[in-house]
């Protein structure tokens, strides 16, 4: 068996026979991975639509005006 271990001959071995076991396996192996990431993209997208449709909506007001503490205190000390 030469320098490798029985593992590494079974790695290979499986190896070979998923690429060349049968007709179309590697490519409906890459088929599921494909459909298994379009269904997780989708799975993403709903959670965050959901989560969008969740948020709270910020509520718009005029704000008061700001007042500079510097200006207020000098106007004060004027007086």
């Known amino acids: ?12 071995l499986l190896i070979v026979l998923v690429l060349f076991g049968g007709r179309g ?9 494909g459909k ?3 269904s997780f993209k989708k799975g993403m997208k709903e959670e965050d ?4 449709a969740d948020a709270p909506k910020a509520i718009k007001s005029e704000s008061a ?15």
Do not use: C, Q, R, Y
């Open 36 to 38: 298994g990431l379009k």
């Open 65 to 79: 005006p700001t007042v500079d503490p510097v200006a207020e205190k000098d106007s004060v000390n004027k007086n």
């Open 1 to 12: 068996m030469g320098t490798f271990s029985i593992w590494h001959w079974l790695i290979v």
């Open 49 to 52: 639509d959901d989560a969008k």
């Open 25 to 33: 396996k590697v490519s409906a192996l890459m088929g599921d991975f």
